[in-house]
């Protein structure tokens, strides 16, 4: 009595399985298999606390029998409505601490936004002004990711690329999935950048144009630049509201850039006047207008709409642009 046989429902064990701890699940299986068991004998060899748990999660109790104290394991169907209420409480208890640490984290927030003292490092907004200072920010921010790290780079020697190059340990044991977007001109030059020594498990795009490095974390942190000159200074961000917002501009700079195979770091043989040349015919420039903008001769443009339809296998211009516009050239 009190067994189950098995079928679709499986055995005692089965059915706890994950419910509650495998010990409790080993310990209520053997009890239901033996049925009504003397407490002095059931608890040699056991920890007395191994079974104050079985009767605390309902899953057993005691009885008196003949004089002599007993344990006995309740029906299946009565051990897991118990322990589906044990875990339905955990989780009320779960759900209630949850929401007051958010109310935590949004009252330090709205603290920290006047706080100048001392305590700077808990501020939403922060100033990263030393190199140093910047990597070793940039480096901690994406090990701090739980879902996504995200980046765009434009500048082959700054901060944000030296940070990339560095293993975010933490992030990649969370399986954290990371997404890079590299300025084109980084990777179609003579020497482009090793695309597989900045985050080989990760993701990488290349865009014709990144008009801004960032770093961002989640929809939780992000480091934004505030000046763009030969020394860069960056702004720590721990909001929320602004994460959101540079993540949902990522996530178009990464629609539209041109995903770069494994293994594949070149991402065209363009150089910058092609480039340019390319971009003004493909908004529907003359010869004529294209030279007047970029200063070049009118047979120099030509020279170079000619090598960049050759390289494009296209027939007409208008297959060019639409040609460049898919591989991410433009």
Known sequence: ????????????????????????????????????????????????????????????????HAGEPELRAVEPVIALE??????????AHQHQALLDGHHRLRDLQQNSLSDTGSH??????????????????????????????????????????????????????????????????????????????????????????????LKLVDETAAMVPLVTSEHKSFLLVRSQPLARALRHYFELLWQWARPIPPGDSQIGPLSQAQRDVLLLMSYGHKDQGIARRTGMSTRTVRRHIATVMELLSADTRF????????????
């Open 1 to 64: 009595m009190g067994k189950l046989t098995q079928g679709s429902q499986g055995t005692s064990g089965d059915i706890l399985r994950s419910l509650v701890p495998d010990q409790v699940v080993e310990h209520y299986s053997d009890l239901l298999e033996r049925g009504a068991v003397p407490v002095d004998e059931y608890t040699a060899g056991r920890e007395e606390e191994a079974v104050q748990e079985l009767v605390d999660r309902g899953l057993a109790y005691r009885q008196t």
């Open 82 to 91: 118990c322990a589906l209420l044990h875990l339905q409480d955990d989780l």
């Open 120 to 213: 700077g490092g808990n501020r939403v907004l922060r100033v990263l002004a030393e190199d140093d200072e910047i990597l070793d920010s940039a480096i901690g921010l994406g090990n701090t990711a739980v879902r996504d790290s995200m980046v765009t780079v434009n500048d082959a020697t700054g901060v944000i690329m030296s940070s990339v190059r560095h293993p975010e340990v933490e992030a990649a044991r969370r399986q954290v999935r990371s997404r890079i977007i590299f300025d084109a001109s980084l990777v179609d030059r003579a020497e482009p950048v090793p695309i597989e020594s900045t985050q080989p498990d990760g993701e990488a795009r290349a865009l014709a144009r990144v008009p801004i490095e």
């Open 319 to 330: 297959a060019a642009g639409v040609e460049a516009e898919r591989r991410g050239w433009i």
